[in-house]
C-alpha cells in the first residue's frame, strides 16, 4: 500500500498550493476593495509616478535624467557620472549627489543602486503605503508566488502518480484506479490553474491597484515639454530617453573588475 502514501503526498501538495492561491486571492480582492476609497484625484509627484512604476532604481533614474537635463549633472555615455552643481534642490536631487560620492564623480550603475536604497526614498515608499498607492514589501507579489506553486504542484502530483503506477500494487488492484485516484489531486491542482488564468488580474509589483490608476492617467510618450518628457521616464524608464548620449550612458555595462 505504499501507493497510498504517495497519494497523501500528492494531496498535500495539490492542497497546499491551491489553499495558498485561494488565500492570496482572498487578501487581493479585499485590497481592491480598500483602495476603491483612495483619492482619485489625487495627482502624483514625477518621484511618487517613477516609484509605482518601476521601484526605488527607476527614481534614482528620473533624478539622474533631470539633473542631466539641466546641465547640473553629467552623464557620459562611457558609464560615469561626474556633478556639476553640487548643490540638490530637493532630499531625491542630494541623496544622489551623496550616492556619487565626495569626488564628484562616479560610475553611473553604482550611484545609481546607492541612491535606490537611500532614505529618501525609503520614505517616499512608506507615504505611498500610507497613501495606499503603493503596496507593502514583498506584499505585491502575494497573488504570482502562490500561481507559482501551484504551477511546481502540477509536475509534482503527476510524477508522484507516475511512481505510484510503476510500482508494484496489492494483488487485485487495477493500476488505472491507482492512476484515477492521483487524477483527483492533479486535477484541482489544473482547475486552480485555469481559474487563476482567466479570473486573476496580474498586480503590479509596487503599485496598488488605486495606484496603477493614477499611473494609467499619466502621458506614456515624451511631450514637447520637460515635465511630459520626465513623466514619460517616470512610467517607461531610461528606455523613452529620445537622446542618443544619454541613452548609451545609461546602456553602458561596466567590465568585471571595472569601477
Not at 35 to 45: K, N, P, Y
Not at 138 to 152: N, P
Not at 158 to 167: C, D, E, F, P, R
Amino acid at each position: 500500500m505504499f501507493w497510498v502514501l504517495l497519494l497523501l503526498l500528492a494531496w498535500g501538495f495539490a492542497g497546499t498550493a491551491c489553499a495558498r492561491l485561494c488565500l492570496a486571492a482572498v487578501r487581493a480582492a479585499a485590497a481592491d476593495a480598500r483602495d476603491a476609497t483612495v483619492d482619485g484625484a489625487r495627482e502624483l509627484s514625477l518621484y511618487e509616478a517613477a516609484f509605482l512604476a518601476g521601484g526605488p532604481a527607476r527614481v534614482a533614474e528620473v533624478t539622474l535624467v533631470s539633473m542631466a537635463r539641466q546641465r547640473r549633472l553629467l552623464l557620459a555615455h562611457t558609464g560615469w557620472a561626474t556633478v556639476v552643481d553640487p548643490r540638490g534642490r530637493d532630499e531625491m536631487e542630494r541623496s544622489v549627489i551623496g550616492a556619487i560620492g565626495p569626488a564628484g564623480q562616479s560610475r553611473i550603475a553604482a550611484a545609481r543602486a546607492r541612491a535606490a536604497g537611500a532614505e529618501a526614498v525609503r520614505r517616499l515608499a512608506d507615504g505611498l503605503v500610507r497613501a495606499g498607492l503603493a503596496v507593502p514589501e514583498g506584499a505585491g507579489t502575494t497573488v504570482g508566488s502562490a500561481v507559482r506553486r501551484v504551477r511546481a504542484a502540477a509536475p509534482a502530483v503527476a510524477v508522484l502518480g507516475v511512481t505510484a503506477v510503476l510500482l508494484p500494487v496489492p494483488s487485485g488492484t487495477p493500476r488505472t484506479l491507482v492512476g484515477a485516484w492521483f487524477a483527483l489531486p492533479l486535477a484541482l491542482v489544473l482547475s486552480c490553474l485555469a481559474i487563476a488564468r482567466f479570473e486573476m488580474h496580474p498586480y503590479p509589483r509596487r503599485a496598488s491597484p488605486a495606484g496603477q490608476r493614477l499611473l494609467s492617467a499619466l502621458p506614456g510618450r515624451p511631450a514637447g515639454d520637460e515635465r511630459s518628457f520626465l513623466t514619460s521616464v517616470a512610467v517607461r524608464g531610461v528606455r523613452a530617453i529620445g537622446e542618443p548620449e544619454l541613452r548609451a550612458a545609461f546602456a553602458h555595462r561596466d567590465r568585471p573588475g571595472s569601477e
